[in-house]
């Protein structure tokens, strides 16, 4: 069975830092393409961040500077370093790989 579970989320003030984890089980994160994704109150979904299964990072503008993903192969973990966070980053952040995704973990930055 596949799983991919997401923990780290929270509420964070303007300015402030996250690490999102993602924990995949019966794939392999390293052999494929790992994508964070977002969706904001009453916006659609969006791409953040994806790392390809050769480990070459990718970021939408948004967040490029600010956000950072990488993968412990021994740990088939991914994560999602998020610096200088601010209201608008407000979302449900999933993992996916493929056609599997995560549950989603709520990220509200509020003052």
């Known amino acids: 069975q596949v799983q991919l579970v997401e923990s780290g989320g929270g509420l964070v003030q303007p300015g402030g830092s996250l690490r999102l984890s993602c924990v995949a089980s019966?794939?392999?994160?390293?052999?494929?393409?790992m994508i964070w994704y977002r969706q904001g109150p009453g916006k659609q979904r969006e791409w953040v961040a994806l790392?390809?299964?050769?480990?070459?990072?990718r970021y939408a503008d948004s967040v490029k500077g600010r956000f950072t993903i990488s993968r412990d192969n021994a740990k088939n973990t991914g994560y999602l370093q998020m610096n200088s966070l601010t209201p608008e980053d407000t979302a449900v952040y999933s993992c996916?790989?493929?056609?599997?995704w995560g549950q989603g973990t709520q990220v509200t930055v509020s003052s």
């Open positions: 996916s790989s493929g056609e599997y």
């Open positions: 019966g794939i392999t994160l390293s052999i494929r393409t």
């Open positions: 790392m390809t299964s050769g480990g070459f990072p």
